[in-house]
């Protein structure tokens, strides 16, 4: 995606606003976001859905980058189960699902069956049920839920 050149606005109001990665509260009481977007209902924009997909879409595009440098074996697996792993990264964070050691030993050797076993053997299967349990038959299945 290209970017265009900041106008003399978007530079003013960047100088003005400064830059926040984080959800911080303004002067005036309100969660804000970025570059002084409010995000507080009733008083903010918030985000619109085309908005809510691009940052999905940015998001998951980084955790298949992350995944292919953490396992070797990532890139090699196909589009299905790639996705039950990104979904899981995109919930958890990387850090967090390599701590699924056995279930990962398992996807490097194409045992998923098994893998499907020891991710559902886990705090994440009980906090998300049906989500993870979705996920898992991607794994073992190689399928997408109907």
């Known amino acids: 995606m290209l970017v265009k050149p900041l106008s003399k606005l978007t530079e003013l109001i960047t100088e003005w606003e400064g830059y926040r990665r984080f959800v911080y509260v ?7 976001v970025g570059i002084g977007r ?7 924009a918030g985000i619109s859905q085309f908005e809510a997909e691009w940052l999905l879409a940015r998001d ?8 292919s440098d953490s396992f070797d074996w990532f890139d090699d697996l196909d ?3 790639k996705d039950a ?12 699902l390599k701590g699924f050691k056995n279930a990962l030993k398992a ?7 098994n893998a499907r076993l020891h991710f559902l053997k886990s705090k994440w299967a009980r906090q998300t049920p049906g989500r993870a349990l ?7 299945t190689g399928t997408y839920p109907p």
């Open 38 to 44: 409010c995000i507080a209902k009733g008083v903010g």
């Open 134 to 140: 979705s996920t898992c038959d991607m794994i073992e």
């Open 26 to 32: 303004d002067h005036l009481g309100y969660e804000t």
């Open 60 to 67: 998951l595009e980084r955790v298949e980058e992350e995944l």
């Open 107 to 113: 996807m490097a050797v194409n045992d998923f069956s």
């Open 85 to 96: 792993l990104k979904s899981m990264c995109f919930q958890m964070g990387l850090p967090n």
């Open 79 to 81: 589009q299905v189960r």
